[in-house]
């Protein structure tokens, strides 16, 4: 029986969570499949039977890749160290270009409940990867948020219009000290480790390449916006001579009575350890840009849903450690752009 695996007669659970490991590579494919398989091989070339990672997500334009890693709670920090360990050796942030914004080599490591652990354990982990970084990394440097942000819980978007993530701010012109590690090094950069509730990624393209008409669009979509849809938070870039409006789908707990009617409003609801979750449907995301880009007499031409749904995720996650399988993305096809 697999430790963190309960096993009866009618139902397997695991006290699962996920880490979509954000790295600043994606334009060499055999790095970034190394440092995936560093989360799932020990030194010695063993597969760990606890753990598997889902998916591949690498974009040529954005040189950003993530990856889906998922294990019980108590063994996912230990496999996402050596991950990120393997990608601060492979990783030199003084020579990445890209359009997405970045602040690390290891970007962003959040975590996430799936099934049976709440935010808190999340957190606790968050910080354990955070702290055991910086030991065995000499010159990494951490911001955190969430649950891993104690006691404020700042959200990883106030953390980033903190540090200026959203202007385009860069390491060099960093003047906030790290939450945990040492001065900030330029070939490492800032890694933000936290916790909280689901965030997928649903990108939409638009078929101009006026970038101010995307910008305008991404405001327009973002929960902060009056008309915005809850949880989104959208930018623009220029890809594959066309416009990405970019959104990250954050998961929220029902509140203002924003959400009354998830079947016929476009919100998705699912439960962890009895906490209900909402998050916008990439089909209502998609249908909001479409009606915002035909005002302005553009089309859209495809969306793109990076990785899983908190639900696709959790099933894809038990499945995969059921039947022992590492390296579950090899059976989807690893996504390089």
């Not at 916008?280 to 990076?306: C, M, Y």
Request: charge should be negative; hydrophobic fraction near 40%; include cysteine.
């Amino acid at each position: 029986m697999l430790q963190g695996v309960k096993m009866s007669s009618t139902r397997v659970s695991f006290h699962l969570a996920a880490c979509l490991l954000n790295i600043s590579e994606a334009r060499k494919k055999d790095v970034v499949e190394k440092i995936a398989k560093a989360a799932i091989y020990n030194d010695n070339g063993q597969k760990h039977p606890q753990a598997t990672v889902l998916n591949i997500f690498s974009d040529y334009d954005y040189n950003r890749s993530v990856i889906t890693i998922a294990a019980p709670i108590d063994m996912l920090g230990d496999y996402v160290v050596s991950a990120c360990i393997e990608a601060f050796k492979s990783i030199d942030l003084t020579v990445h270009e890209g359009i997405h914004p970045c602040l690390g080599a290891v970007d962003l490591v959040p975590i996430y409940p799936l099934l049976d652990v709440d935010l808190e354990e999340c957190g606790t982990v968050a910080r354990s990867i955070a702290e055991s970084l910086t030991l065995h990394v000499p010159g990494c440097s951490v911001f955190l948020f969430g649950h891993a942000d104690q006691p404020e819980k700042r959200s990883l978007v106030q953390r980033r219009k903190q540090l200026g993530w959203f202007i385009g701010k860069d390491v060099k012109s960093m003047e906030n000290k790290p939450d945990i590690g040492a001065t900030l090094s330029q070939r490492y950069g800032l890694t933000g480790i936290g916790a909280s509730p689901y965030v997928m990624n649903c990108n939409v393209t638009i078929d101009t390449q006026d970038l101010a008409t995307g910008r305008n669009i991404a405001s327009a979509i973002r929960g902060s916006s009056a008309s915005g849809l809850k949880g989104i938070q959208g930018m623009a870039f220029p890809h594959d001579g066309k416009i990405e409006i970019a959104c990250n789908v954050e998961s929220f707990e029902e509140a203002d009575n924003v959400v009354t009617s998830p079947d016929d409003s476009g919100y998705i609801s699912y439960r962890v350890l009895g906490n209900t979750y909402y998050y916008v449907s990439p089909q209502s995301i998609e249908a909001q840009i479409n009606k915002l880009a035909t005002d302005q007499q553009i089309k859209t031409v495809g969306t793109a849903l990076v990785g899983f749904t908190p639900e696709e995720c959790k099933q894809h996650a038990t499945y995969a450690l059921m039947k022992g399988i590492g390296e579950f993305w090899k059976m989807r096809g690893g996504i390089f752009m």
